[in-house]
């Protein structure tokens, strides 16, 4: 091999691999092409192989010409590298677009169920008055649903809350909220202010008006000097807070095992205005819940002194005070999950 044929040599390769490149298909071919060129087994090194057999003199001609050669090589690989690279991500972009002006797919938003929110309204007006709430277990025990709360093993007043067992020695599920304010007596300190809202069960025939699955807002009051016109002036606040300035009001006797006095407390009809009609019974009046001074022995059995304390507590229905917001008239609707009556809450 002389200088002419390797510089020849040389010049074709220079030649074919810029066609190479320019030519490349993808990044991926080019980074062959360059190993196939330029690597240590490749064209270019067999080519000078060819060294060896040229005198001495002719040798630093060759590395010369072979330098520009690679140098011209390189450049037209990372031309194509970088023609190739935008291409593709043009390719790719295309591909992947996404038309931002396609309306989104809308979010199904849900409500609260309207229980919740009627339990939630009567918990906000009650924390203004520093009310607490709190929660009690659904499953209860004999002891604290009942016995605790004045209402023995054989008190006739156990018709009124029978309930579904969960074993016969001693839990159920609890049929009022009441049992709370043992729980609520025995875990804290007079002054106490709270609020317990929750699910109730009773042994029922279901209709429109009685359902075995309910809810309740149980309120207690504990302090020293506690009376029945606290717990008057603070109802009538409630009902104000709750159905608007001038509600009437009043209560009427009443009778629970665990509080003495007990009282019925009544709104003048939210229907007819008080002038009767058959939502009130045509009396005028509506109850919205049950009430009374906590009798001595519930104090007892809740830890707290009664010579010293005095409490009141009241328990009202959530389904009664929902009814009347919603113009509900059948209770079962609250437990169906039907979506046809609960969208109507938005
Ligand atoms: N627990 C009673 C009921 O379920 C309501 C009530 C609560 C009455 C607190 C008086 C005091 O009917």
């Known amino acids: ?34 190993v196939d060129l330029l690597g240590k087994k490749g064209r270019l090194t067999v080519v000078l192989r060819g060294i060896g057999s040229l005198p001495a003199e002719d040798r630093p001609r ?27 991500l043009a390719d790719r972009l295309a591909a992947e677009a996404v038309d931002v002006t396609t309306p989104g797919r809308s979010i199904r938003r849900g409500t609260y169920h309207p229980i ?37 093993q054989d008190h006739p007043a156990r018709d ?15 049929t009022h909220t009441s049992p709370g304010q ?18 109730c069960f009773r042994y029922e025939a279901v209709d429109a008006s009685h359902a075995s699955e309910f809810f309740q807002v149980e309120g207690l009051m504990v302090d020293e000097g506690t009376t029945l016109a606290d717990l008057k002036g603070l109802l009538d606040q409630f009902a104000q807070a709750m159905y608007g300035r001038g509600q009437r009001t009043r209560f009427r006797p009443g009778y629970y095992p665990f509080t003495e006095p007990s009282v019925a407390f009544d709104v003048e009809c939210l229907v007819c205005g008080g002038s009767g009609c058959p939502a009130c019974s045509r009396t005028g009046w509506m109850t919205i819940l049950g009430a009374g001074m906590v009798h001595p022995v519930v104090l007892q059995y809740g830890g707290i002194d009664p010579e010293r304390y005095q409490g ?9 005070i929902a009814n009347l917001r919603h113009a509900v008239t059948d209770l079962r609707l609250y437990m169906e999950n039907d979506l046809r009556f609960l969208e109507q809450f938005r």
């Open 1 to 34: 091999m002389d200088l002419a044929g390797l510089t020849e040599d040389l010049h074709a390769l220079r030649d074919e691999a810029i066609a190479a490149a320019r030519a490349a298909a993808s990044t991926g071919d080019l980074e062959q092409l360059e």
């Open 62 to 88: 060759v590395g010369a010409i072979a330098n520009e050669v690679q140098t011209a090589m390189r450049s037209a690989l990372a031309d194509a590298a970088s023609s190739l690279r935008s291409r593709e």
């Open 116 to 152: 919740v929110e009627t339990a939630d309204r009567i918990t906000r007006i009650f924390e203004q008055f520093g009310f607490v709430v709190y929660e009690g277990p659904e499953v209860e025990d004999d002891l604290t649903n009942f016995r605790m709360l004045n209402i023995p």
């Open 160 to 174: 009124l809350w029978d309930t579904l067992y969960v074993d016969v020695e001693n839990h159920l599920l609890r």
């Open 182 to 199: 043992i729980r609520v007596m025995q875990s804290t300190r007079p002054p106490i202010r709270a609020l317990l809202p929750g699910r």
């Open 312 to 320: 009141f507590a009241f328990g009202m229905g959530v389904e009664r």
